[in-house]
């Protein structure tokens, strides 16, 4: 069968022409079966949601990076519960091709039991599984229903599922398209020793989480047959049509109320997987607003490269999810119907827009930018509208994903990415308050960080401080919500493995607004042979488990390692530390000299800021004993401050002529593409 392009997959986001029988279905609905209907699909995705978490093995499964949905027998998305706005919008994709190429051969029926995995065929990256069964109302295919999540372990070169080494996608594991595992309701075990084999590493979780995601969609399954058998089908068919009518309609008149132009930002990333540092431009983002369409231009976006940071065109679309169903399309549905107003650009070659030979398991990765970008190009379009107060600065999208595996200390072999760095990062600063601390994390909105001693118990590892990184926030007169730092300590095992899947050591993708600042850059921080475990076991009364003073004083003896955030595999022993584990602050919304002076005091307190930031920084004088503002020193500092911003300043022809004659090094420019446009260069070579 032939692979679908990039043109083809775009094209299936959208959502198909409604049939006869379905406008019929629509016309048939009686005043209020259209609203009760919505919120019964409402419930059968929280139930099914709930029984797809408890049901999960992975970390990440456990933690809520996962989605159930129901779609239109043409496979078109009418509603979802997350979990992650990541997996939404892309299954459309995998059942359309479904329908289009196994119609007849191995054909659809009853039972049946799909699953995909590659992001050549609509996936997000490899370690995102989606699990379909076909709805089938006495013979008449009437709705689909599905179930995606994150599971870390593909079999790829290296643990973890998101090889940062592959240069191709050989390397990667297990990239599975749309394929029957299960038939008359029943997994096969053939197909389930196929994944079994793929996850040796962590067999356990691998099929736990298949048995998972199946369950999870046949519950759904079986909720809207019994929908179907009180109501009748063309009650169900005719409501998920009215539903993508509706929300349809929503999303054109809240576009249409935005005002038109052209709108921008740009993002980059500092490292490039396997190929170690280097700047390149992960999304060149312009949106061309016009009535009630969006047209989304990624023209000078850096070229693909022999990494696993490239994206599919899905894939980069799907993180635009992330973020439209967080904030301006809040309240609308999650629907394909909600994306028909919106079109795409990616150029061919582009890191969104590879060879099928790329390798793309840390597509979530790049996709940072796109996060990014869209916080404030959005941000920027609806300031001066009635929805202003739905502007923010990025939130952190770092990602900073680590990964252990070995044998645990019950002797089980395990792979796993831990989600509570991920889980907690900090929000963008808001149009009308500071951004939350620890909020989220930007792929999974609605996941959970995990307790530290579920964290220990199931993994051979200490955590002995776990608590805000202060100052991980970018500052502003809203400041973007704070992250978390902790210590992870290999313990009760001989050998730990660990790797990290990141960027963000050097520059910063997250973008600031209005003012605001970035958020700081991240260190790979560990100590080997370090001698805090028998200090804890001395009972040590000098030793301060404080972040701050742990990292100004060195205060854990051993070996110290400064070096990327980024970091391929390699083993630690019982004893050392694996690494502090960092969960990035969200971006800063304003001028910090517009910072209310009491909020910046309180954040001191609260160890959110530092006192260097509240004093050279938000320029805010206090008392350190009482904590007591002194609002006119304040306001002589922030004035002076100004000035000095005056004095500094130059005219802008002197500054863009200055500007741009800069260049980063030619060492930091070898996957940009040209400078500064972007443009390939030469063919990317693969193996």
């Not at 083809?8 to 406008?23: M, N, Q």
């Not at 009760?36 to 456990?62: H, K």
């Not at 995909?116 to 709705?143: C, S, T």
Request: charged fraction near 20%; hydrophobic fraction near 40%.
């Amino acid at each position: 069968m032939p692979i679908p392009t990039s043109e083809e997959k775009l094209r299936w986001i959208k959502v198909t022409p409604p049939t006869a029988e379905e406008l019929e279905a629509v016309a048939q609905l009686s005043p209020g079966d259209y609203e009760i209907g919505f919120q019964r699909t409402n419930d059968i995705l929280d139930e099914a949601l709930e029984v797809f978490q408890r049901s999960c093995r992975s970390s990440m499964g456990i933690a809520g990076d996962v989605m159930v949905a129901i779609f239109t027998a043409q496979g078109d998305l009418v509603n979802g519960a997350a979990g992650t706005y990541l997996h939404a919008i892309i299954q459309p994709i995998i059942i359309k091709y479904i329908l289009t190429y196994y119609r007849q051969n191995p054909g659809i029926h009853d039972g049946d039991i799909w699953i995909a995995n590659d992001a050549l065929y609509g996936g997000i990256h490899n370690p995102d599984y989606v699990a379909l069964v076909p709805v089938f109302y006495k013979g008449q295919l009437i709705a689909w229903c599905g179930a995606a999540n994150h599971t870390t372990e593909t079999g790829a070169v290296e643990p973890g599922g998101m090889p940062i080494t592959a240069p191709a996608r050989f390397s990667e594991g297990m990239n599975l398209p749309p394929m029957k595992v299960g038939e008359h309701g029943q997994l096969r075990e053939d197909l389930l020793e196929l994944f079994y084999a793929y996850g040796i590493r962590a067999p356990q979780m691998v099929v736990t989480d298949l048995k998972a995601r199946s369950t999870a969609a046949d519950r759904a399954r079986m909720r809207v047959l019994e929908l179907a058998e009180k109501e009748g089908p063309a009650f169900v068919i005719g409501l998920l049509r009215k539903m993508l009518m509706v929300a349809e309609e929503g999303a054109r008149r809240r576009i249409a109320s935005w005002p038109d132009g052209k709108f921008r930002c740009v993002a980059f990333a500092d490292t490039i997987g396997g190929m170690g540092s280097g700047l390149i431009r992960s999304a060149s983002l312009t949106i061309h607003k016009q009535g009630d369409h969006l047209l989304l231009d990624f023209s000078g976006t850096s070229p693909e490269n022999p990494s696993s940071y490239n994206a599919h065109v899905q894939a980069a679309v799907g993180h635009l999810a992330n973020f439209l169903y967080s904030y301006i399309f809040h309240d609308l549905p999650i629907s394909s119907a909600t994306f028909a107003p919106i079109d795409f650009y990616f150029p061919p070659g582009c890191v969104l827009n590879p060879d099928p030979r790329a390798a793309t398991s840390c597509s979530v990765m790049i996709c940072t930018g796109i996060m990014s970008s869209a916080a404030v190009a959005f941000s920027k379009m609806i300031f001066g509208t009635q929805e202003w107060r739905q502007a923010v600065a990025s939130s952190a999208n770092g990602g900073n994903a680590m990964v252990l595996a070995g044998l645990s200390q019950w002797g089980l072999p395990f792979a796993d990415m831990l989600a509570y760095s991920l889980n907690t990062e900090g929000q963008g600063g808001r149009a009308t308050a500071p951004g939350m601390d620890a909020s989220h994390f930007a792929w999974c909105p609605f996941g959970r960080s995990p307790d530290v001693e579920l964290m220990e118990n199931e993994f051979p590892m200490l955590v002995p401080i776990s608590q805000h990184w202060q100052d991980s926030c970018g500052h502003g007169a809203h400041r973007g919500g704070c992250g978390t730092v902790q210590i992870w300590v290999a313990y009760q095992a001989p050998t730990v493995f660990f790797t990290t899947i990141a960027d963000n050591s050097k520059v910063q993708t997250s973008q600031p607004l209005f003012g605001g600042y970035a958020p700081p850059t991240v260190p790979g921080i560990s100590i080997r042979r370090a001698d805090l475990l028998q200090r804890m076991r001395d009972g040590d009364r000098t030793l301060k488990l404080n972040f701050s003073a742990l990292i100004d004083r060195q205060a854990i003896g051993g070996e110290w390692s400064n070096e990327p955030f980024l970091r391929s595999v390699r083993p630690y022993n019982e004893g050392d530390v694996i690494t502090f584990g960092f969960a990035t602050g969200g971006a800063g919304y304003g001028d910090p000299l517009e910072a209310d002076p009491y909020q910046v005091v309180q954040d001191v307190e609260a160890e959110i800021i530092s006192e260097w930031s509240a004093r050279n920084i938000y320029k805010v004088a206090y008392d350190p004993e009482t904590m007591r503002v002194n609002l006119a020193e304040t306001e002589a500092l922030r004035a002076s401050e100004r000035q000095a911003r005056l004095a500094r300043g130059r005219p802008w022809d002197e500054f863009h002529a200055s500007w741009s004659r800069q260049k980063p090094p030619e060492e930091a420019l070898t996957w940009f593409g040209s400078w500064p446009e972007g443009r390939p260069l030469a063919p990317v070579l693969r193996p």
